[in-house]
């Protein structure tokens, strides 16, 4: 059973920064798998924001681009969202996905972006 347990979420202001952590457990190998961050709002379908291929390069939807930044350590079992200049609509519950082939999916954390 791979665990995987997401923190960093949070309540920030607009123009704001935060680092979103997801980390798997130890006998879990990150080597080339190809992992993902989503997020999603009440009433809306989970939406994949950031991917990371296993040789490191990453893809962003259109609406982050710029702004957010995903990386990978994979001797730490341990996968990072980077969040700055965040706006209102970033609001979500954001998740991790260390194995897209296997849905092995963190718990979700609360990113709230409000004055």
């Known amino acids: 059973q791979v665990q995987v347990v997401e923190s960093g979420g949070g309540l920030v202001q607009p123009g704001g920064s935060l680092r979103l952590s997801c980390a798997a457990s130890r006998s879990f190998s990150f080597n080339m798998k190809v992992m993902g961050w989503y997020r999603q709002v009440p009433g809306k379908r989970r939406e994949l924001v950031a991917l990371i291929r296993g040789n490191g390069r990453t893809e962003y939807v259109d609406s982050v681009k710029g702004r957010f930044t995903a990386t990978r350590d994979n001797g730490n079992n341990t996968m990072y969202l980077q969040m700055n200049s965040l706006k209102p609509e970033d609001t979500a519950v954001y998740y991790c996905?260390?194995?897209?082939?296997?849905?092995?999916w963190g718990q979700g954390t609360q990113v709230t972006v409000s004055s």
């Open positions: 996905n260390v194995d897209l082939s296997q849905g092995y």
